[in-house]
Every structure is written in structure tokens, then in C-alpha cells.
């Protein structure tokens, strides 16, 4: 069945491909992207809607590895070799890519209105006039779990930090499940599914964030040291040996059922339904008290832009704002449950554990990871600084208050805060 | 013909000039020349230039200031250096000797299989590195490891240790890892070199009733040092040179805790940039060419102390 749609759809496209060439000139473009676990998707839903209604311009989806995209783009648009469409990281990176004036100014796309002003900032420069890439999603992070797990050992869902680490108790006393699926030796599992997860509840999100931008606070006060000292508790529940476990392992271990809770971001949802087979839930991260407001990671994740110097500008300009439109974030949305758009129309979503993060968005507060604007572009890289410090910690082979003074003086060497 | 004439014949005799050998070295040097020269040298031109204020400036040793000066760059550079230095010891004091040994087994006439033996612990050289790093970051896992399996068959499961993640073992682990991998390169060398000692010095040996320990010792080991200085020099380059396993079995970031990072890793996140750390051409620049001056510096202390002063045996 998908067999012949997919050789309708080749058929469609190679026909639809040579009208356009008889009628006039066809344009390909090109799209940079470090989702290669996405190209699937591309290449059988988002670009056939796209060239369905846009004969004449055709889309190449050109993914490179993540760990070496933004390394391999900027080299590329150095060389003037880079595609058309470039999807943009958020933050820092993107915007170096725009000053740089290897990305073309977005502002008056058509198209853009359907995007608040948040949902921008992760694409937008310092004084907010000028927006570059056209958002694309976020990812929310928060915790998956083992529903059938929970049911086995009468847990219910925690709410709080105390039953949080009961309920970790409790597993780890049964000895049936390892209780969390974590490991530290790729490091950024520590720092963004430990920190940048259950952090933003203990600095208030956004308040604390835009606080040590403003250098109203430093990452050794105790909104930003508690969440290392919570993480160093974590050390007692994670599986033997996970000094040595990587991200797939940990992926692994929880799809397999031996891990019962999984520290995770929203972006492993469609990976995780089609591996599992057990019943999933997800809490968000645990507030200290009950009753606390509780704040989630909704971090704006992926933008796309236009190449200055692409030659097919014109046809670029015409997908981005079929990009910006409430179609696209419907196909987008629910091929890849897990990462949601940013457009202001509601999507409607049918998978159960993307709804469940998503509903957060309601009764929490969202923050974006606390790193990445501004607080990144120095040397020492305070992201990458977060992760060694995160895996230190969780390792214990660095104190929660030593590893907070190291990232506070390397921030000191280069960031003075505007008064 | 008498000799007289033969002399006057070669001495009026034009050398003709010999212009193939220059038309045969030439595509070999003009491929040397763009792949490995002029980047060398465009590299150490760049390490001398940085950007001030937007513009890409002459800074003299200015980027070597930072490099050594700033105690953030200094303690990242003094830490893979030494990192580097532990590396580099590792192989010597383990690849080199067991290569000898191998080499040294391998050559002992009454050995059946050799040629199996010799073939089959060449071949992880020949392995790609990227399989080399997967294979054992697999054998090393806690979770699925094979390593703990047959630790814990022989009763010795207490000694296992998530080794690739402790910032104390780590380090020892990988370069462990790539002695497995080269150990082919010294023992080939090496056995090449004991096949072409003469039989006839090593009869003589016999006769005078040097056998066995004390003709390896006395005998083969001083005819075999010039391939152990290649070897060693070899091991040298090759160690600072290094990247790619690290790479593959500890990620750029070389963790944990910056323990396995080594001068390539360095220059690695340095000039290209990781994550969100925007690469920074100049001192990266600056560190490949701190690299060359001490790869340079051990090629010279090889070439112009150590193998003048070697003994050479002509048979």
C-alpha cells in the first residue's frame, strides 16, 4: 500500500517536475538540517504537500549528523556552497550566522504574523526589530514514564520533589526496575535532561533566567546551586555503571522496560512509541512543595531561514511562508509528536503522550533553557561548561556548590552584564 | 683499446642532463605541495592573525599570549598536553614492548600458524577507527558489555568498572584501546627487522654458547634498535597527532570531565567549534601550530641526537 502511494507520489512528482520544466524554468531548493532522523518525513509528507501546490519549485531535504552541523554549515556558507534553506539552531549560533549576513532578514515574510513574540525571540537580534528564521517547533522537557510500572508497584504520578524521591525509593526496594534511565558519559544528558529539565522550578523560570542575564543573579546563589544538589541525589537510582552509559543506552534501557522513569525531552515521543511495549506517562518535573506554580523547559528548538546568497530567493521565500502556515505546523506537529509548533493556531494532536506534555503549557509556566541567549557567546561556552559540570556533579566527583563556582567564574572571565 | 683513450672518451663525454627524474617527481611534489605544504603553512600564518574589532588583523604573538597568558586556555592546554604525554607513555611503555615480544614469538622458526598469528593481530590496524571505538565502547558497557559477562564468568565481576567513565580510568582505557588497534605496526616492523638478521651471526652466536634469553638480549636486540627508533618515533608522531578514537569513543567534549581531552581533541572543538561554541579559527590555528612545533621538536631530537648516536651493523 505504502509502496504504491510512494511510486504515485514519485510518479506525481517526476511529471508535475517535467510540466513545470516545459512551462518554465524549474527551481530546486535546497534544505541544511541536522534532523536526519526526520528526513523520512520530509521527503514523504512536508515536501510532496508543499510541491503539490507549488508546481515549478522542488525541495531537497539535505541533513547532516547534529553533532557536526553547525560546524559543517558555517564551513559551507564560507564557501558559498550551502543550500537555499538553512534550518536554524536557536539562539546565539543562528544569530552570529545573521550578523555574519549569511541569513536574509525575515521580518516582513508573509507569514510571520502567526508567531508570538516569544516564539521568535529564539530567531530574533538583541533589540528585537529584526527576525531571521521562521520558527519551526520547540521541545518541552519533562519525565516519561512506566505506566504499567507504576500500576505494578502502586506508584502514583509525583508531584513534588518528596514523592518524586519516594517513589524512586520504592522502586529501587522492589529491584524489579532500575528506577531511572540516565547515564553521564555523553555528558549533555546530565545538563539537559538533569538540569535544564528540573531546574527552571527552583530559579522560577524566565524570573531567574532574565535575572542572571541582567546579573541581578549569580549561578552561585541558591536557586541555581539547589538543582545540583538535587541532580547529586540522583547518582543512588541510576543503573549500575552509568558513568559508562551513553544516550542510547538510556534510550534503551527505558524502551526495553527495565528502567521504570526516564528523564526525557519531548523530542523522544515518536521514537519511544514505536520501540516501547508498555503503556507510557509523563509528569512534568517535580515542584519542592506542593502547591508551588510550577515552570517547564519549553525550549524553542528549531528555526528555518533563508541563505542570503541563495540565487532562488523568490521560490525560498514562497516555502518559508508555507512553512509559517497553520497547514504546515499541522503535518509538522503530528508526524513528529514530540516537537511543537510554535504557530499561534492551536494544532490538534493525536498522539496522548504529546498532548499530556503539551497541557503543561497551560498550567505552568514555560522558560527556555537558561544557557542558551546571550550566556553562550564567550569562551569558556557556558552550555558546554553546564554539561561537564552536570555529569561532575551526578558522577560525584564534583560538589553541587564547587561545580556552581566554576560555571559563575567562567561566566565572570568574559560577561559583564549591561547595567 | 688502451686506457688512455677510455678516460678522454668518459671526460669528453656530456653527462646528458637527467630530466625524467624531475618529470617523475613532479606530480608527486605538486600534490604534496598543495595537500600538505601550503596548508601548513597557511595554518601558521593564520595562528598570527586574529580578529580585532571585526577586522582581521596582524597580532603577532598575541594568540600565543592568550594561549599560555589566559589561565582558562593555559589550564585546557596544559591538560590536554599532559593527557597527551600520559598517552603517548602508555603506548610506549605497552605497544612497543608487546609488539617486540610478538615480534620476537613470530620469528621463532618452530612456531606452527605463524602466518595466521601474524595476520590476525595485524588486522585491527587495518580497521576503521569509527569500528574500532564502537566495538569497544560495546565490549566496555555496563549494560550490554560482553567484558562484564566474562568478567563475572571467571568469578572476577567485583573488578569490573565502568572504565570509559571514570575521569580516573578513562584515559588509560582509551589509550588501551588504540594500543589493540596498532599493535600490528610494531611488531611487522620489528619482525621484519629480526628476519633479516643473517643466519650466520646467529650461528656464530650459537657456537659461542649465546642461546636462547641471552642471544635475544645480546644479540637480536641491539642488530633490531634502529627499528625500535623508527617505531618509537612512528608511536610519537601518531600520538600527537591523534584524534580520531578519542573522537568516536569519548566525543569531542574528551569527558569525562575533560580527562581523555588530548592537543587533537583541543584543536578539534577549538577551530571548528562545538555545540554552541562557534569555532575560532585563529586559535585553533595557534594550537595546530603549537602541535607541529612539538611533533617537530621530537623528529628533531630523534634525527639529530638519538640516530647519529645509534650503532649501525653492516653484514
Keep these: 500500500m505504502t509502496r504504491t502511494t510512494m511510486k504515485g507520489l514519485l510518479l506525481a512528482s517526476s511529471i508535475l517536475g517535467s510540466a513545470g520544466l516545459a512551462e518554465a524554468q524549474d527551481v530546486t531548493l535546497t534544505i541544511e538540517s541536522w534532523r536526519n532522523d526526520d528526513l523520512a518525513i520530509w521527503q514523504e509528507k512536508l515536501i510532496p504537500a508543499f510541491e503539490a501546490k507549488n508546481p515549478g519549485i522542488k525541495v531537497v531535504f539535505s541533513p547532516s549528523a547534529p553533532t557536526e552541523y553547525n560546524a559543517a554549515l558555517n564551513a559551507k556558507l564560507d564557501a558559498g556552497s550551502a543550500g537555499d534553506l538553512i534550518t536554524c539552531r536557536p539562539f546565539d549560533a543562528s544569530l552570529e550566522l545573521y550578523n555574519k549576513k549569511h541569513l536574509a532578514d525575515l521580518t516582513g515574510l508573509a507569514g510571520m504574523e502567526n508567531f508570538s513574540d516569544v516564539a521568535k525571540s529564539a530567531w530574533t537580534t538583541d533589540d528585537g526589530k529584526t527576525t531571521f528564521c521562521v520558527p519551526m517547533a520547540s521541545v518541552i522537557h519533562g519525565f516519561i514514564y512506566n505506566k504499567d510500572a507504576f500500576d505494578q508497584l502502586g506508584i502514583s504520578v509525583p508531584t513534588t520533589e518528596e514523592e518524586f524521591f519516594a517513589a524512586l525509593d520504592k522502586i529501587k526496594a522492589d529491584g524489579n526496575y532500575i528506577p531511572m534511565a540516565m547515564g553521564t558519559k555523553d555528558l549533555w544528558e546530565a545538563a539537559t535532561m538533569g538540569y535544564q529539565n528540573i531546574g527552571p522550578n527552583y530559579w522560577k523560570g524566565e524570573e531567574g533566567r532574565l535575572a542572571l542575564i541582567k546579573g541581578e543573579q ?157 550566556l553562550s557567546r564567550g569562551t569558556p561556552n557556558l552550555e558546554n561548561e553546564t554539561w561537564v559540570a552536570s555529569a561532575n556533579v551526578i558522577n560525584g566527583t564534583q560538589t553541587p556548590e564547587d561545580a556552581a563556582k566554576k560555571l559563575q567564574d567562567g561566566l565572570d572571565s568574559w560577561y559583564k552584564p549591561a547595567k | 683499446m688502451n686506457p688512455r683513450e677510455t678516460t678522454t672518451d668518459v671526460s669528453e663525454l656530456k653527462r646528458p642532463r637527467r630530466w625524467h627524474i624531475l618529470v617523475f617527481l613532479l606530480p608527486a611534489l605538486a600534490v604534496y605541495t598543495a595537500v600538505m605544504i601550503l596548508p601548513l603553512i597557511e595554518t601558521l600564518r593564520q595562528s598570527f592573525y586574529n580578529t580585532v574589532d571585526g577586522q582581521y588583523t596582524f597580532v603577532g604573538l598575541g594568540n600565543f599570549k592568550v594561549l599560555f597568558g589566559d589561565p582558562r586556555w593555559a589550564s585546557d592546554f596544559w591538560n590536554a598536553l599532559k593527557n597527551n604525554f600520559v598517552f603517548f607513555l602508555i603506548h610506549m611503555a605497552v605497544q612497543n614492548p608487546i609488539g617486540i615480544a610478538l615480534a620476537a614469538m613470530l620469528s621463532i622458526p618452530k612456531l606452527r600458524f605463524s602466518a595466521f598469528y601474524r595476520t590476525a593481530i595485524f588486522l585491527p590496524t587495518l580497521l576503521s577507527f569509527v569500528i574500532v571505538g564502537f566495538i569497544w565502547k560495546l565490549i566496555l558497557s555496563p549494560i550490554w558489555g560482553v567484558a562484564p559477562y566474562l568478567m563475572d564468568v571467571v568469578g572476577l565481576k567485583w573488578l569490573f568498572a565502568p572504565w570509559l567513565g571514570r575521569p580516573d580510568s578513562a584515559l588509560i582505557a582509551v589509550s588501551l584501546i588504540s594500543v589493540w588497534q596498532y599493535i600490528g605496526i610494531p611488531m611487522m616492523l620489528i619482525y621484519a627487522a629480526l628476519l633479516n638478521i643473517p643466519d650466520e651471526v646467529i650461528e656464530a652466536a650459537e657456537l659461542d654458547g649465546v642461546t636462547g634469553w641471552s642471544q635475544f638480549w645480546k644479540i637480536k636486540l641491539p642488530l633490531i634498535l634502529p627499528a625500535i627508533g623508527i617505531v618509537s618515533i612512528l608511536t610519537f608522531v601518531g600520538n600527537f597527532n591523534a584524534f580520531d578514537l578519542i573522537y568516536t569513543v569519548q566525543g569531542a567534549l574528551a569527558g569525562p570531565d575533560g580527562s581523555t581531552d588530548i592537543l587533537g581533541t583541543l584543536l578539534y572543538r577549538t577551530f571548528f567549534g562545538f555545540q554552541l561554541q562557534l569555532g575560532d579559527r585563529s586559535m585553533g590555528a595557534t594550537i595546530a601550530a603549537i602541535m607541529f612545533l612539538i611533533i617537530l621538536a621530537g623528529v628533531s631530537l630523534y634525527l639529530f641526537v638519538i640516530q647519529r648516536r645509534m650503532r649501525r651493523y653492516q653484514f
Excluded at chain 1, 546551586?225 to 552509568?242: N, Q, S, T
Design chain 1, 218 to 374: 549569580k549561578l552561585t546563589d541558591e536557586p541555581w546551586v539547589e538543582p545540583f544538589r538535587v541532580l547529586a541525589k540522583w547518582k543512588d537510582y541510576l543503573g549500575d555503571g552509568f558513568e559508562a552509559q551513553t544516550y542510547p543506552d538510556s534510550q534503551n534501557l527505558f524502551t526495553l522496560g527495565r528502567a521504570s522513569i526516564y528523564p526525557a525531552g519531548s523530542w523522544e515521543i515518536a521514537g519511544f512509541n514505536t520501540q516501547a511495549q508498555f503503556k507510557m506517562g509523563a509528569f512534568p518535573p517535580p515542584v519542592k512543595k506542593a502547591g508551588d506554580t510550577c515552570y517547564i523547559s519549553d525550549h524553542n528548538d528549531i528555526g528555518i531561514g533563508l541563505n542570503a546568497k541563495s540565487p532562488n530567493a523568490e521560490a525560498a521565500k514562497t516555502f518559508l511562508t508555507w512553512v509559517a502556515s497553520p497547514e504546515f505546523a499541522e503535518i509538522y506537529a503530528n508526524a513528529l509528536p514530540g516537537f511543537f509548533s510554535l504557530n499561534s493556531t492551536a494544532v490538534k494532536m493525536t498522539d496522548p503522550l504529546a498532548q499530556e506534555f503539551v497541557s503543561w503549557r497551560e498550567k505552568c509556566k514555560p522558560t527556555i533553557r537558561s544557557t542558551y541567549q546571550i
